[in-house]
């Protein structure tokens, strides 16, 4: 029996709580994987995943191996990236989990760490704040980015980086159909409450925040349309009759789409900090400092800067 190869399994079906996807997700058939993790509890003497017909969690004994699973794979890619990469040149993935609406700033970040250090690889996922949590957690994540607000629930379990400042913006369409993406000029939240909109899905923690401003701008909304998806969020101004709450970063992406106006959200003047994410007490790989080091970075703060915030070098 592969140890390793085994402990990779038991993890990967903790993550996905389903044989297929776990075993789709490892490259192997359902039959190998089930038939490694049988040979892991013939090697602990104990039962770790409760059988039924569909995936129903792992035993008390499942969980303590689970633990200690992800611990020993955490050392063992800490020790790969020592023995073939140095500190001036990484090598391994980056495991970046990241709240939707900072998908296109995880996008531009992950592109231009690749780019300078060819040796990393970024896997970028869209995941809710608590999934990120837990995966940095689980070791499962690298490093989040994410609303730093709810870090504060944590104590001095997460360690925060600061990136930028989430603005809001009322996206609609504009009179002119052809003209490219521009801004408008402030719109009150109350003013926004009273067109149809397209927001995000309770579930969402950005849409905790949209309804606290709706809240302290003392309206109750009652959307025409609701997703859990970003790009449904934008397109749905672009396709039917609904307005959109959408932050500056997500309306930096859409410049290149004509016919929409973006409207800064104000009274009240609404911003949430983004920042990244790590676990305070864990000792980052040598991809993980490299990541941390480059969102320092001055070339990457001034991209930053342009694609996010207030948006306050936007060309109308």
Known sequence: MNLLASLRYLVALSEHRHFARAAQACHITQPALSNALRALEREFGTPIVKRARSYAGLTAEGERVLATAQRMLREHELLRQELHG???????????????????????FAAMLQAQCPGIAPVVRSMTSQDIESGLDDFSLDLGLGFVERLGRRGGHFAALPQYGEH???????????????LGRPLSWKGAAALPLCLLTRDMHN?????SAFAQAGVAVHPAMET???????????????CSVLPGSLVAATRGQPGLQAQPLIRPALVTPVGFITLAKAAPSRVLQAALA???????LKQL???SGPLASFKS
């Open 168 to 182: 809001y913006f009322l996206v609609r369409r504009a009179e002119n159909a052809d003209a490219p993406l521009r």
């Open 86 to 108: 140095d500190a001036e040149n990484p090598k391994g993935p980056l495991r970046l989990g990241v709240v939707p609406t900072a998908v296109p700033i995880a996008a531009r």
């Open 294 to 300: 480059f969102a320092a970075d001055k070339r990457w």
């Open 207 to 211: 849409r905790s925040i949209v309804d």
């Open 228 to 242: 859990n998806s970003i790009l449904t969020l934008a397109l749905s101004v672009v396709a039917g009759e609904v």
């Open 305 to 307: 800067a342009e694609h």
